[in-house]
């Protein structure tokens, strides 16, 4: 692992354009359980109830999720961890699938949020956003103060679009980048899957740090780093 690690660090060195791409993996360690899998999120909640058909009819009850996941549990108190940290001191851009505004809090300045972020919230009425700590989450459903229309967190629902300007950016950092760094993530969520596989078609070293194979190992990655992100990325800032 330590030659694998050593690698990495010069071709990180050599890189003009570097670009990272993370998932729930890099959040673990910050107290966030990944959505899928034995310990995740929907094992122990319905998914559909945050599609955005179902929050629509069905408000008051997906709010209550909503408020139970988002704002009173998984997100709550929340803080970098190492990980987050070191990919902050790269400096590079990120390109995170997460909703939960870890890597701004770590430090990094240039941060896609391809799924949008937790953070805000907008009204389905008038379009305005109100950050997290503006919102009265002790009503049954939160309101806009502008209009009284009803507020959605600022993240993709399921049936929901790709915002175009993450999209857009996504696409021009993995065309443009000649190294990617493949961080926490499974490459099972479409389309946010297929930012590697852009980067990789345009010639870009795939560095991946993953705890267990993914569906890029064997297909694209380049140089495979298996472990936790929290205790693989500080190694190649050394």
């Known amino acids: 692992m330590n030659e694998l690690i050593e690698k990495a660090k010069e071709k ?26 034995p310990d995740g999120l929907w094992s122990k909640y319905d998914p559909s109830m945050l599609d955005i058909d ?10 209550k ?22 990919l902050a001191k790269l400096g590079c851009p990120v390109i995170t699938q997460n909703i939960d505004n870890l890597h701004q809090a770590a430090g990094s300045k240039d941060v896609v949020e391809f799924h949008g972020t937790a953070e805000t919230l907008v009204c389905m009425s008038c379009g305005e956003k109100f950050k997290r700590d503006e919102v009265d989450f002790e009503s049954e459903i939160p309101t806009c103060k502008a209009c009284g229309g009803i507020l959605k967190p600022d993240f993709v629902f399921f049936k929901e679009p790709i915002p175009k300007d993450a999209f857009d950016k996504s696409i021009e950092l993995a065309k443009t980048c000649d190294c990617m760094l493949v961080i926490g993530t499974t490459g ?17 070293l795939i560095i991946e740090v993953n705890p267990n194979p993914s569906n890029y190992t064997y297909e694209i990655t ?17």
């Open 188 to 204: 099972e969520i479409m389309p946010a899957s297929q930012i590697p596989y852009i980067a990789k078609r345009s010639k870009a």
């Open 12 to 37: 990180i060195k050599k890189s003009k354009r570097l670009v990272a791409f993370t998932g729930a993996g890099i959040s673990v360690a910050s107290g966030i359980p990944p959505f899928r899998g």
């Open 222 to 238: 380049d140089i495979f780093l298996q472990g936790k992100a929290e205790e693989i990325l500080p190694k190649l800032i050394d």
């Open 54 to 63: 179902f929050f629509l009819n069905n408000t008051k009850e997906s709010w």
């Open 65 to 86: 999720l909503i408020k139970e996941i988002f704002y009173s549990f998984l997100l709550k108190d929340i803080k970098p961890n190492p990980g987050h940290i070191a």
